[in-house]
């Protein structure tokens, strides 16, 4: 109210609420984080920061698209650090750790590591036509390899970061103005890595030397073939088998570089099973294998690391497939190939306690139909329960037998 002349005239004044939101931008993974098996220390400049591999690639985009209505800043952190227990580290330590001057945003833009470095000095954002956008980068923090002397001697011998937990860590901040105060963390990346090189792949069955296939008798037509390795992120297991012919192959490695029936294209050389450290032999598309005969498989592993990628194989192993047209020799009897599954699944120690000898399943062989929940099912179904049950994706409530 104002007084005017002795008088009280009443005014009236809307209220305005603006509300100014600060741009935010984030972090959008195209394609995010990549592991590696193993890191090369040569894949890492840590004087300058530079990388020529992509460990993560990101699209920076402001949440709602504005690069207009105000200013749009970002900045970049990145820092890889580790532990180490067999080199003494128990307190995370940096191996590289950079950050970005500030730069303004004009449209969405693609950053990946390669980028991080003190030689970097632009970028070109999405924008039609792309807007160049200075950068500045410098290094922070570094780690003194030649205070480690464990570290160093790994390094040079073998050229590549020593076993441990790695750590990559993205921080991205952002706001309307390139004072550092006013920028605050928008969006952050984590990822941790446990790197232990592979260093073993052994081979558990079926089968053994050359010399001994009587001894390793198989007799399913879909064996399944199990070894032990070291896990890794990213790594691949591949297989190989071959027939073993005495009047052409003096050896396993010659039958393993011939033709082989698995994979039945012999353009491919293995045959992946990815993560799995067992495979079973497939019911269809590839050569069946034949009663009576010796066959040898390998086992390939292959890790992708910083220098690309790197494999090894395992020895080799030979099994015989049982002629199930004759007797069985002494000592070795035939199993149905339902129950062998069932033996190679549980290990000769339970097996036996349920179809041993002495045990009240012994000599059982499974004949009629198979059901399943209630439902009949071919035989290739049990196989395929019984692959599933090997590899942990399923588990046993109840087996009934009538």
Known sequence: DRKISGKTIPFSFPLLHVTLEAQSVKLVPE????????????????????????????????????YVSREVWAKIEFEVSMLSAALGITERMTVIKVETDPFRMYADLRLDNRQLSIETTSLFDLDSPPNEIPLSVRVLDQIDIAKFENLLSSVVTTGKLPDGQYSFHVVLKSGSSDDEGSLTI?????????????????????????????????????????WETEPC???????????????????????????????????????STGI???????FSGVIDLVSGEVYVWQVQKRLPTTAGSESFTSPIFAFKMADLSEPPSAGAEALHPIVQQLMEIMGEQQFNAYFGPDADLAGFSPSGTYEINGMEVSVDAVFSLLNEIRNQSMSIISISVE
């Open 31 to 66: 394609p995010g984080f990549i592991p590696y098996a193993t890191y090369y220390l040569s894949s890492i400049d840590i004087k300058t920061g530079g990388s020529d591999v992509m460990f993560f690639g990101y699209r920076l985009s402001e949440e709602n698209g504005d």
């Open 276 to 282: 799995a450290t067992s495979y079973q032999y497939p």
């Open 186 to 226: 928008s969006d952050e990346m984590s990822e941790t890595v446990l790197v232990s090189s592979p260093t073993s792949l052994n081979l558990i069955g079926p089968g053994g030397d050359l010399a001994d296939t009587s001894m390793s008798m198989i007799y399913s037509l879909y064996p399944i073939f199990q």
């Open 233 to 271: 992120p990213g790594c691949e297991s591949l297989i190989r088998i071959g027939q073993f012919k005495a009047d052409s192959h003096s050896s396993t490695e010659e039958a393993i570089e011939d033709l082989t029936v698995l994979p039945m294209d012999q353009t491919q050389g293995w045959e």
